[in-house]
């Protein structure tokens, strides 16, 4: 009896020891079954980007110096369009110097420098503390808004509008003068006279293709004598600056003749006053 005891008592032992392995065996591998889903899952999720970003297509090759557009921008707004406004003309979509022909003129008019050192895209409100960053994020993020079928490269023009000289802040030596390449940049800065101020448009155009081959057109040349912008800028005056500067003007002219008139009336008041003292100091005379 007792022999049989100790021979169930170790087969128990040995079905407890079985049982307990076949349930830790069954734990651990539970817990190590979500891995391959989770991998599953990231690979499932890789797939779904790789799928979009094939959908949306992948940032297209732009072989265009936004740099360069914007000191092109920067000299037609300065040295042109005061001339053009002035005149009352309607520049022709069909000129290169059209602001919707400009390939990064919606994505520069959604840039806001909020204060020093503080950018902010106006797509999706993020902000940079310097602008090449933000044109980074231009690239890197909203290239589907660039119309690169339609639109065209302002800084093509660079060489008809002198870009290089008006980058230059740093006045350098004088290079030679090549007149292949500026007999080039005359006949582009020429050809753009042409397309965008047409004679046969009116006296308006007329004036102003005169007027750009004359700020433009002449200073590409060898000889020497003829300067860039010779007929210089005409500064638009802003509306709001404007208003703030009268506003201004009206309150100061508002306290110099409040203060004038108070300055009257104080006279006048001592004045009466002073009668007023001198007449009750005089003593009646005896009857």
């Known amino acids: 009896m007792k022999k049989k005891w100790c021979k169930m008592k170790w087969v128990g032992l040995l079905f407890l020891c079985c049982l307990s392995a076949s349930l830790q065996f069954c734990i651990v591998s539970s817990t190590s079954s979500p891995q391959p889903l989770l991998t599953n899952q990231g690979h499932q999720e890789s797939a779904t980007s790789r799928t979009l970003k094939q959908e949306l297509g992948d940032p297209p090759e732009v072989h265009c110096s936004r740099e360069r557009s914007r ?98 802040s740093v006045p350098h030596k004088k290079t030679k003068c090549n007149p292949a390449a500026a007999a080039r940049n005359k006949h582009l800065c020429e050809g753009l006279a042409d397309s965008c101020f047409p004679v046969s448009n009116g006296p308006s155009a007329s004036r102003l293709h005169e007027f750009f081959l004359r700020q433009f057109c002449d200073a590409h040349t060898c000889t020497g004598g003829r300067k860039p912008f010779s007929r210089g800028r005409r500064k638009k005056r802003s509306s709001i600056s404007y208003l703030v500067i009268s506003i201004l003007t009206m309150l100061l002219l508002l306290l110099f003749y409040s203060y004038i008139y108070m300055y009257t009336r104080g006279l006048k008041r001592g004045t009466q006053e002073l009668k007023r003292v001198t007449q009750s100091g005089r003593k009646k005379k005896p009857i």
């Open 71 to 168: 000191a092109a921008w920067k000299i037609i707004q300065e040295y042109l369009m005061p001339f053009v406004e002035k005149e009352r003309y309607q520049i022709p979509k069909t000129c290169k110097l059209h602001p919707s022909n400009d390939l990064y003129r919606d994505q520069e008019e959604h840039k806001s420098l909020v204060e020093l050192n503080d950018w902010q895209c106006g797509y999706c409100k993020k902000r940079f503390y310097d602008e090449k960053f933000l044109d980074k994020h231009f690239d890197n993020r909203h290239y589907n808004l660039l119309n690169v079928s339609h639109s065209w490269c302002l800084a093509n023009v660079c060489g008809a509008l002198h870009c290089d000289l008006a980058m230059d």
